[in-house]
């Protein structure tokens, strides 16, 4: 075995199911699964890689792993990279800190500004991809740096004015994925930012149907509306696709009611946007991502 074949597969499990690590527990293999350990191992896995399909996952929310499984390399940041720490003016977290984490991390410095994190079940990677928002407030707003690396295993620390920022979407320079970000944080007192998490998960407790396997909110909400009062109002809470569901308590959210395909996930959300494109003339955009092929 050549010494840069060792690289490419130290670490690395092959055929991973990855409804075990996805959050609405449906989705096939992965050719090839690997956590970052730190990333210097992760810079010598891409440089050895080359350019081979590769596709991130952090938790496992806001995305739907079709049952055919995903072809390539699946980078899993999610128990990997997962510094988190306080720096001055606010804090420095790698791709696959918990958000809920990173929130109370905020908490105990004494750091305001990213409570809305404490509700988001996913990572920092996937908050900085996607521009990750919650009770009215967005990931970029926070962001002073992040940290890239590339295909080659280079690693970049970018200023966040290197990036165009919109609702639900970040773009920047090609070819480069999220590693690690540096929070610009205003200093607050840390009972008061603790009791400010606690309201927010009781309200999250309250309106989203946490006890059952999903995958956040599956539509984007349209300019000056909000996609679950469409769907509701379209009478679709309730709607079924074999044991795929959407959910009555916030229909912005499909549930996999037990024993669901991803198949049947993936039907219930094009059901889903007619009906309310029917219902309303509203065309609802996905924010969930559907990866990997069908059976």
């Not at 990931?139 to 165009?164: E, L, N, Q």
């Amino acid at each position: 075995m050549t010494a840069c074949r060792d690289v490419r597969e130290a670490g690395v499990r092959r055929d991973e199911p990855l409804a075990r690590h996805t959050t609405w527990r449906v989705g096939g293999p992965a050719d090839r699964f690997y956590v970052p350990k730190n990333l210097a191992a992760l810079g010598a896995l891409l440089r050895a890689e080359g350019e081979g399909p590769c596709v991130w996952l952090g938790l496992g929310s806001n995305v739907l792993v079709r049952d055919g499984g995903v072809r390539g390399l699946v980078i899993a940041t999610a128990g990997g990279l997962s510094e988190a720490r306080a720096v001055a003016g606010g804090v420095y977290a790698e791709a696959g800190v918990p958000l809920a984490k990173l929130a109370r991390l905020c908490a105990r410095q004494g750091y305001a500004g990213l409570e809305f994190f404490a509700g988001i079940p996913g990572t920092v990677g996937g908050a900085l991809a996607m521009n990750a928002g919650a009770a009215g407030s967005e990931t970029w707003r926070y962001v002073d740096s992040v940290v890239t690396i590339d295909r080659a295993g280079h690693v970049r620390t970018r200023p966040a004015a290197d990036f165009a920022v919109g609702y639900r979407s970040v773009s920047g320079p090609a070819d480069e994925w999220f590693v690690a970000a540096q929070f610009a944080l205003v200093p607050d007192d840390a009972f008061a930012v603790s009791a400010r998490i606690k309201e927010l998960l009781a309200r999250r407790a309250q309106t989203q149907p946490l006890q059952t396997a999903n995958a956040g909110s599956v539509f984007r909400n349209p300019p000056g509306d909000f996609a679950a009062r469409l769907i509701e109002a379209s009478g679709l809470k309730g709607l079924r696709e074999g044991a795929a569901v959407v959910s009555s308590r916030h229909a912005n959210f499909i549930v996999n009611d037990g024993g669901a395909r991803a198949s049947e996930i993936e039907t219930l959300i094009t059901r889903v946007a007619e009906r309310v494109h029917a219902c309303t003339g509203v065309r609802l955009e996905r924010e969930v991502r559907i990866i990997g092929e069908a059976l």
